[in-house]
């Protein structure tokens, strides 16, 4: 029997935030809800639905019905017609199909390469699918093998290392000139979205406390009972400096705020512990002159979108060598689901040799007139080992996973005329 | 093979130096191939490496020249003592760059140790006694100190320039200890090594007298001796006074550490000096 697998889907790169909204199946994919009914085209079925992609894996005889249903079933869900969604979809078949599956699962397909969420969203994707009864052996291997693939992927490749957002990069940065974070104090001048975040990233790496720092007092106590830290006013600023190991700033004064000339002292009474200076501000509030001290270090914006750049082209190098990764493993699930193919075949030719080598038997057996016990058992088991031993050859040649010419319906052809399985009963007669 | 052939310096040489080369190797793998799971081998390995050695100098591999001392025994336990600092900063910082770097160091000196294990210079028996083995104990342990102090420093100042020229860290780069950390090494090393430094300076002073009938001789040795003590001296001092942190400690420890390394390799073998091992 055949498996062919057909993955239709839109994603971040073929449709807008819109569309991604109009076509989810986000409400679909529960065991009550289940968008892709049952079907005789259809013997397997799965529904990825993120805010970024929604993707329909199907199994089935025939590529193009299985694509069929699914897609009848997609734009029903959705109150729509398949052609509505023709121009946002792409489709595989597979092994292309798997492959795509592979590099979703291991987020080289995402909008930001190697995020690890994508992995946990497809495993709950597949759990739901379990629960709603619409996976088989097919897809219970291949979701499987994705999950190893993406382990594979982020073990072997560095395509999930070093931050890709800016205020991370800072975190990043700071934990290589920190080491730990718990015994370190984050002084924030300033409120901006970015100098929030990276505030945030701070507080979830477990820096010991935070203190803000705002021309307006309102906003730095709502922003310190939000990071659990300490407000302080403007007026403070040099003395909370000397006692804060990193510095963000993000305000918007058209001068710098912090200068060379006023962190030499406060170096001095710090007995040069080092300070992180990160500066998000434009234009800039703490003078470029301040990275040429001994113990200080310095990024402004430019240079955080720098690091992500550069960390961005690092991912974009290791998902190249990860795409050796995903050919291997495509391969290998390839030749799994050909030897799947070529199973029933491999039975029949067993029971045909079994059903020859007992009708030989039967025959000498009775030519051969009394014999005892030992005597019978002897030409049984030659009778059977005659059997075996001449099925051996056809089927390891069945069972050559990608190592013959010929793909799996092509072997399993050709081993079905050359042994006659296909023909009547009649024709298996003697000397068959 | 009975105790005493295990013991032969050639056998027991050749034992140790297969497990430092296992650390070794393994943890430059684990280094370049980004593999944390071998790195942590090579520590262990680094582990077995201290306590084969340990076994046979427990058993009396020491003694197998038991009238003077050979350049290769002095190299083998430089190693034993730098790897000794090795383990204690693996233990304090759970950093595995410091111990495998001890390891390749050990390696270094082992190799090093190879072909000169069988020409003793005699040691007279006034020679012999506590104040030698003060001296020879103390100023090995502030030399595996200094070599990691050295391994903290330049790892230190090569990240610094990185980070403040905002390069990017790609490959190994990555694995290695944050600045802080480094710095700590750095400091922990320094602060150690220098009043180890002094007592073994001091016992070779007090010991020098009955043998070479004075304090001060003039010799080479003792003179770049004097020179690294008196510029441990000065790190010594800021770091704990002056709050030096960074930079400037990290250059001055591995300036220390190559001058001393020039006072073992170039004086003690190549110029004319009571420490001399090599005698024609």
């Not at chain 2, 430092?20 to 090579?42: D, F, I, P």
């Not at chain 2, 410091?98 to 160091?105: E, K, M, N, R, S």
């Not at chain 2, 320039?161 to 780069?173: D, F, L, P, V, Y």
């Amino acid at each position: 029997m055949r498996h062919d697998i057909v993955l239709v889907g839109l994603n971040h790169r073929t449709a807008g935030v819109d569309v991604r909204e109009r076509f989810a199946l986000a409400e679909h994919c529960q065991p009550d809800t289940w968008a892709v009914p049952p079907a005789e085209a259809l013997s397997e079925a799965l529904i990825l639905s993120t805010c970024n992609r929604v993707e329909l894996l199907g199994v089935g005889a025939d590529s193009a019905s299985v694509r069929d249903h699914l897609l009848r079933s997609w734009a029903c869900a959705r109150h729509a017609e398949p052609e509505d969604l023709a121009p946002f979809l792409y489709e595989y078949k597979g092994n292309e199909a798997v492959r795509h599956l592979f590099a979703v699962a291991s987020s080289l397909d995402s909008m930001v390469l190697g995020e690890p969420q994508i992995l946990g969203q497809l495993k709950q994707a597949y759990r739901r699918s379990v629960e709603s009864r619409a996976t088989g052996v097919i897809l219970n291997r291949l979701l499987h093998k994705a999950f190893s693939v993406a382990k594979r992927v982020r073990t072997e490749t560095a395509v999930a290392a070093n931050a890709v957002s800016i205020s991370y990069a800072a975190v990043e940065l700071a934990r290589r000139i920190f080491g730990d974070m718990p015994k370190h104090r984050a002084l924030l001048v300033g409120a901006g979205e970015m100098a929030e975040l990276a505030a945030m990233h701070l507080l979830q790496a477990g820096i010991d406390e935070i203190v803000v720092v705002n021309r307006t007092r309102e906003r730095a106590v709502e922003l310190a009972r939000r990071f659990h830290g300490r407000a302080a006013s403007f007026e403070e600023l040099p003395a909370r400096i000397a006692d804060a190991d990193i510095v963000i700033t993000s305000t918007g004064s058209p001068e710098p705020i912090i200068r060379a000339r006023d962190l030499r002292a406060v170096l001095k009474t710090r007995k040069n512990r080092p300070m992180f200076f990160i500066d998000i501000a434009v234009p800039r509030d703490i003078d470029p002159d301040v990275n040429g001290l001994d113990n200080v270090y310095l990024y402004d914006i430019d240079d955080l979108r720098e690091v992500v750049e550069e960390n961005l082209a690092g991912r974009r190098e290791e998902a190249a060598k990860a795409g050796a990764i995903l050919d291997e493993e495509v391969a290998l699930f390839s030749g799994w689901l050909e030897s799947l193919e070529s199973q029933p075949t491999v039975v029949e030719l067993v029971r045909r040799g079994e059903r020859v080598a007992e009708e030989e038997l039967a025959r000498t057996l009775k030519r051969l007139g009394p014999l005892d016990e030992n005597q019978r058992a002897a030409i049984t088991a030659m009778a059977h080992a005659i059997a075996h031993k001449l099925n051996h050859a056809p089927i390891m040649f069945l069972k050559e996973d990608g190592m013959a010419r010929e793909g799996a319906p092509a072997r399993v052809n050709l081993v079905r005329r050359v042994f006659a399985l296909d023909a009547p009963p009649g024709r298996h007669g003697r000397g068959a | 093979m009975s105790l005493a052939d295990l013991l032969a310096p050639e056998t027991s040489t050749v034992l140790t130096l297969v497990v430092y080369a296992l650390a070794g190797a393994v943890g430059l793998v684990g280094m370049l191939a980004r593999r944390t799971a071998l790195r942590r081998a090579a520590c262990w390995l680094a582990v077995a490496a201290f306590a084969c050695q340990t076994l046979l100098l427990a058993l009396g591999a020491h003694a197998s020249h038991p009238d003077g001392l050979t350049l290769g025994a002095y190299l083998q336990m430089l190693a034993w003592f730098v790897l000794l600092c090795g383990l204690g900063l693996w233990a304090r910082f759970r950093q595995d760059a410091p111990l495998i770097f001890a390891a390749l160091l050990g390696l270094i000196l082992f190799l090093m140790s190879t072909p000169w294990l069988d020409d003793a210079v005699p040691l007279p028996p006034s020679l012999r006694g506590p104040f030698f083995a003060l001296h020879i104990g103390a100023l090995f342990l502030s030399l595996g100190l200094l070599a990691l102090a050295f391994a903290a420093g330049a790892l230190f100042l090569f990240l610094e320039r990185r980070i403040k020229s905002k390069q990017r860290m790609a490959g190994i780069w990555q694995d290695m200890p944050a600045l802080a950390v480094l710095d700590k090494i750095n400091a922990i090393c320094a602060l150690t090594a220098f009043p180890l430094y002094t007592l073994g300076i001091v016992a070779g002073l007090f010991w020098a007298r009955p043998v070479f009938g004075g304090t001060l001789t003039g010799d080479p040795k003792q003179v770049v001796s004097l020179l690294v003590w008196l510029l441990l001296a000065v790190l010594f001092h800021n770091r704990l006074a002056s709050g030096w942190k960074g930079r400037k400690p990290a250059r001055l420890a591995v300036f220390i550490f190559l001058l001393s390394v020039f006072s073992l390799v170039v004086v003690n073998v190549f110029m004319e000096t009571q420490h001399a091992f090599l005698r024609g």
